[in-house]
């Protein structure tokens, strides 16, 4: 059937399986320690020009957050996030289940600014009990967020600024980051990111993997042990090369970018058809996500003709749902998307 | 100095300080098998007239509530709460820390209702995502709650008949049970609580004892080897003894009840006092802890002449403070008081 | 550099891969909700001839392993092991790190008896404190174990029927399923296997999938809300397709096995090679690993030119070596070691 | 019953009592904010003659085990431990509950030293996965032994010396210190002890109190946000009082040595006795636990007349059983036990 539901539902990029199916009979050592992994990790730090980088090859976006935020805080300390943020929702609890308390902040976009977070903070270190509460350890915001909108460089700096200040880490989750990167919206480069926070991950699976997130660690701040620390929480994959070689790809000549673009666009084409059809938009995005309101008997027309993704009450009659474009939406997909809406 | 600071800064009271010293060189067995843990037990199945309860007697409150929310709860399962419930604010993320998700209600006064905790749950699963989402598998409520207030017989009722219809266990935190019962406002019994909910907990510390809690699973629904799962917590003292010389002695002639009138009694004096020197009430309780709005300036005076706890900023200028009461408030310390204020 | 270091060297199995190619661009569901995964489930449960088995796709096999006993055991309970057992050495605490003991059993090659198992029971059910320990709540072996060897059918039979005489569930990880099926030592086939244990796995990663793990609850007995589970683990990837398609391919004319026997083949090989150069078996097996005895220097020398894996202090002057066939080994590869060696 | 069941079978020492029944009115601040506390904290810390050590309090031996050792080590890092150690055997697991592995070491007596822990940990870096491992991070004697053996001077120094070579911490556990420092045997002091540990902790339920144990970090090296971690773990107690006023009796005028010497006394002559009546010791020590081999038939005669500790399974006729004596022995009990034997 027709699909929109999601920006996973092809497999990987061709060129991507091209270089999985040159390389599938080369001899490799395991656990990450291929020539791919270190030829992919090296090109990421040249990407970002941070030759004190640290970059971690991970399968799965759930993982990673996990992973991140375990292992980069204390017990003691929890994660600030949107109450829309991923971590909070969709992640059946798997912060909470390595110890860690997500610590709410409300938005409306699925933002969250060092205003909010600033307030947040001067109320905790206010509380005349705040050693027998959750210390705030770490920002996670998510690039672009959960509602397909984005953070300028200026609010990025704001962040990691307050951050600093409250000796805190900035994590961004980038599991749809070439989608925001290729916005028209975008004010900054991979480069600029990397500058503005403690660790952030390259969404391989939302963008041209099978399989994959490259996390980095921007200034030699990787947890110590870290192999044995992904180990431990069952992790680490044996053929290595699986992540190394796809990473490998999306970073030789810019492909990772390249179909960033690709997404964009369809996602023009794609919101010129819902406000064609006379559609209110929720959340009217730059990047690959938009959000429609729907009537819920209409609702259930369309979903016998198309998967849509994400659906959210609006009110009794009101639903909020999901079209997602991708490097693998094709006008073809478009044009049979106009006809059933 | 002179504190109402909260209802722990005494030590034990008089009659169970005595049956610790009567019993002091009385040789028993350790870990909870010594003779007056059992006769503790036996009191209090009578006191709630459930033969086929099962009581078991631990240290803290942070500790029960971590206990009985980790180990009658499956590792996919969250705890509803108010977003004020002392297990989502004051025990430094002890629930999260042993793997699950504080699920949180917005309240004004501390509690929360059928209706509120439905619209949650019929949210919950008309996501369509709701496996990757934290499972609800508990309501969490406080009696009295964490602002003295305290639900009614009916309200508990439809709470708990709530719980019955998704398969949900009532969990009620009984930290300030004592002073609960004997509130004014109070339209139950112990053996109401105890029809109405899976598990309580008898607060020991704030209510007479020098330390313990007695958890109460009300329908021989003790998680099994129960014994095993405390000790493995850290939670099992060597001298269970400790613990069951107290709730003897707090069992034996209404004890318990006595101490919660007294306190009870006093915060009515309280009362009378804040408001005779015309203080606001940020909430007016029928138990033993009173909320006022104090100017900021005036509550640095005031704290150079008694300890008052729990302070919260409400604007630019005012706190809330909180004064509590308790068995060991004498009419001297009232006195006291008024002259300070 | 050749290699013999493990059976995870190369990449998928040519037939699996060009499965994953085929069906690249087809538009699928996410997180094992695809036609493919739905697919190979239904092949292993008619494999096995278990309706009544529910078939699980994780990535890798610590993963696997800190899944399975982390969501069957209960908090009290520990796994027995092998002292030599992979989740007792070689997974980083995977296994403890989930909260669970490995409660170990000494063994000389690999494999743990009915004998021993209740011999250690025994000693547990009589201490007095028993409830001060780890309740052995399963049993876990490997099928190969670590050093090849095998479990004869006769030997499962009484390994499971302790575990059901004590209430404990026997899990067998199965990383090496199809050289151990293969081996002409083995007396038993899938379908009996999946007789014998509550829960096992169909080793993917080492066995012709690029990553990819098939867990097999045996009788209806799989964890309650398992996706979540496993999403909350970190466990559960977007693009399930990619198990999904590689097992379904697995399953397809007898693949499995057909990978299984090139490796046992080039085994014979091996050790046929390595016994005419004169070595000095560790473990002589019928599987596909073989772990010889190496002079310290020698081993120095031919580590320039063949990668091998396993090491292991023998004495002062001789170290334990393996080197292991797989799928993918080549007659190629055997000539060279044995120009090597 | 006549009980030589363990150490724990009193309740407090009548000098720990009176503080507590002289100290019960007084108004004091919770959580450990108290005066008596502060004045606990002193005088060990002038006692052990260490400015710069931290001592906390805490209620009971697993507790505080579980607790030391987790917030001491990194998630990848396990404790050393002989395999009769407390923390492998009778704590349920609350150490791999916690997340880390406890890594065992054969001993006889009890003890282990410098030359086997320094085997294991070369071992252990020769090998070629020790990343797949898990770390030794930490060595955890107990003093006395759980058979009652004591280290010497000479034998602490060496595991120390070789723990800063590894870069390992060394925790000592003191449940019953006070018996070991006041043995014949004994060749160190508190002092002495402080000085060649990292962290140590001075048993109180077992020596004197009716709970609580002193955490002594040696040097500085408290891990941070100490109070949150404790809190969170549900192991902070409201009324602190409670250890604070015992510990300060304890180490006042010398009643923590003088608790120890009754117990050594009385141990004295109960080896005598056993001796006289012609019991084999399994271990004869010279501090306050005592092990004989008993004919099985026999020991079921025994068990009608006196409680006695710890049967372990010597052969299929003999069990070894343990009595154990403390401060709260008395003549009367010895010559009542001489009579039954």
Request: proline letters at 1%; charged letters at 25%; hydrophobic letters at 35%.
């Amino acid at each position: 059937m027709l699909s929109f539901s999601s920006d996973y539902i092809a497999g990987a990029h061709p060129d991507v399986l091209k270089a999985l199916v040159d390389t599938n009979l080369e001899s490799m050592a395991g656990y990450g320690n291929d020539i791919y992994t270190q030829k992919a990790i090296e090109k990421i730090k040249k990407e970002i020009d941070k030759p004190d980088a640290q970059v971690y090859l991970l399968t799965g976006g759930t993982q990673t957050n996990q992973i991140v935020i375990d292992t980069m805080l204390d017990d003691y300390q929890g994660v600030i996030s949107a109450t829309s943020g991923h971590v909070n929702v969709h992640e059946a609890g798997a912060i909470e289940f390595s110890g860690h308390k997500v610590l709410t902040v409300d938005t409306v976009d699925g933002k969250i600014n060092a205003k909010t977070i600033r307030s947040y903070l001067e109320l905790f270190y206010k509380d005349g009990s705040y050693e027998h509460m959750v210390f705030p350890g770490m920002v996670y915001i998510s690039y672009p967020t959960e509602y397909g909108s984005l953070y300028s460089k200026k609010e990025l700096e704001d962040i990691y600024s307050l951050c600093k200040e409250y000796q805190m880490q900035l994590f961004i989750d980038g599991a749809r980051l070439a989608y925001g990167l290729m916005s028209d919206e975008c004010d900054l480069t991979m480069k600029d990111l990397a500058r503005l926070c403690d660790v952030f991950y390259i969404g391989g699976t939302k963008c041209g993997a099978l399989a994959g997130e490259a996390v980095v660690f921007t200034h030699n701040n990787q947890p110590k042990r870290f192999n044995t620390l992904v180990k431990q929480r069952g992790a680490m994959i044996a053929k290595g090369r699986l992540l190394g070689v796809e990473f490998d790809a999306l970073f030789t000549n810019g492909l990772y970018y390249e179909i960033g673009k690709i997404g964009i666009d369809k996602a023009k084409k794609l919101k010129e058809i819902l406000a064609s059809k006379g559609y209110e938009f929720f959340m009217k995005t730059s990047t690959n996500q938009q959000f429609i309101l729907i009537e819920n008997k209409k609702m259930e027309e369309l979903a016998k003709k198309v998967d849509f993704g994400f659906t959210q009450t609006y009110d009794e009659n009101h639903t909020v749902i999901r079209f997602a474009s991708s490097w693998s939406t094709t006008d073809e997909d478009l044009k049979l998307l106009e006809e059933c809406l």
